[in-house]
């Protein structure tokens, strides 16, 4: 577990790691292509796994250019991991914390085994003087995971929609589930209107950050836009440091619901 830059967390909690969505824009895939690999034993570096299914109970190593050797974060790639050894590291953290869970991965992305979601949620469960937020570009899989009875309705469980433009998913769920949605990177003007965040109580807001060719900046009316629909349903608006440029710092809104 990691203390994190990003605004609205408190640490970082990365149990799965890798996904095969393949975003153009992702930070967690240049991350592991640069630091991934696991080192073989014969001064050589690789990122095969080889078992049939990436689970991992102890860390592998790898050796820096520097000469230290560490617990590799990506042993294979940016390939779909259980590092179950990191299962138990929210029990050793007492002082409360807003734990971003899989930060560097998509822990609902279908190429995730349901026994691996259940294992981190049942993990979350046991530290529960956390607040714990996931997040997901495949929010079908809380809906299907819902209806097994296998997602817990707990207060400090909270069920995020990454947004990116008017084609992305999000997950409603029920009265008894906190929800939230991450419109990050913003891609285009959503339109959304009276209800159109229905229960959320969170709407997170950013910029495409970084240098990558085709990156979009968004306009001042599409931030107006979403702040003006958030304001209807009541939700907190948290606006991320990439926006400062866009709506100016006097009009950022840095607020958390549970604050």
Same mark, same amino acid.
């Given at each position: 577990?990691?203390?994190?830059?990003?605004?609205?967390?408190?640490?970082?909690?990365?149990?799965?790691?890798?996904? $095969?969505?393949?975003?153009?824009?992702?930070?967690?895939?240049?991350?592991?292509?640069?630091?991934?690999?696991?080192? $073989?034993?014969?001064?050589?570096?690789?990122?095969?796994?080889?078992?049939?299914?990436?689970?991992?109970? !102890?860390?592998?190593?790898?050796?820096?250019?520097?000469?230290?050797?560490?617990?590799? #974060? *990506? =042993? *294979?790639?940016?390939?779909?991991?259980?590092?179950?050894?990191?299962?138990?590291?929210? !029990?050793?953290?007492?002082?409360?914390?807003?734990? *971003?869970?899989?930060?560097?991965?998509?822990?609902?992305?279908?190429?995730?085994?349901?026994?691996?979601?259940?294992?981190?949620?049942?993990?979350?469960?046991?530290?529960? !003087?956390?607040?714990?937020?996931?997040?997901?570009?495949?929010?079908?899989?809380?809906?299907?995971?819902?209806?097994?009875?296998?997602? #817990?309705?707990?207060?400090? *469980?909270?069920?995020?929609?990454?947004?990116?433009?008017?084609?992305?998913?999000?997950?409603?769920?029920?009265?008894?589930?906190?929800?939230?949605?991450?419109?990050?990177?913003?891609?285009?003007?959503?339109?959304?209107?009276?209800?159109?965040?229905?229960?959320?109580?969170?709407?997170?807001?950013?910029?495409?950050?970084?240098?990558?060719?085709? $990156?979009?900046? =968004?306009?001042?009316?599409?931030?107006?836009?979403?702040?003006?629909?958030?304001?209807?349903?009541?939700?907190?608006?948290?606006?991320?440091?990439?926006? $400062?440029?866009?709506?100016?710092? /006097?009009? /950022?809104?840095?607020?958390?619901?549970?604050?």
């Amino acid at each position: 577990m990691n203390k994190t830059d990003i605004e609205w967390a408190d640490m970082t909690w990365n149990p799965v790691v890798g996904c $095969k969505r393949g975003c153009e824009y992702c930070y967690a895939r240049r991350y592991a292509k640069r630091f991934g690999g696991y080192d $073989k034993g014969d001064g050589t570096i690789t990122t095969h796994c080889p078992l049939p299914r990436a689970e991992l109970h !102890q860390p592998l190593t790898i050796t820096r250019r520097n000469g230290k050797t560490v617990n590799s #974060p *990506f =042993p *294979f790639g940016f390939e779909p991991t259980l590092l179950r050894y990191r299962l138990e590291e929210p !029990q050793h953290i007492k002082e409360p914390q807003t734990i *971003f869970v899989g930060s560097m991965a998509d822990l609902f992305g279908n190429c995730v085994p349901t026994r691996w979601i259940v294992e981190v949620l049942d993990a979350c469960a046991a530290a529960p !003087q956390h607040r714990y937020m996931f997040l997901t570009k495949n929010p079908e899989r809380y809906a299907q995971l819902d209806e097994l009875a296998l997602l #817990p309705h707990k207060d400090n *469980f909270w069920y995020g929609s990454t947004v990116t433009g008017k084609g992305s998913k999000r997950f409603g769920g029920s009265i008894t589930l906190n929800t939230f949605l991450s419109i990050e990177p913003l891609h285009e003007y959503l339109d959304a209107g009276i209800g159109g965040f229905g229960g959320d109580r969170l709407i997170i807001i950013g910029a495409e950050t970084g240098n990558r060719a085709g $990156k979009i900046t =968004p306009e001042k009316a599409w931030v107006d836009n979403i702040v003006e629909a958030a304001d209807l349903t009541h939700a907190a608006v948290f606006m991320k440091d990439s926006l $400062k440029p866009i709506v100016g710092w /006097m009009n /950022m809104r840095r607020e958390l619901p549970w604050d």
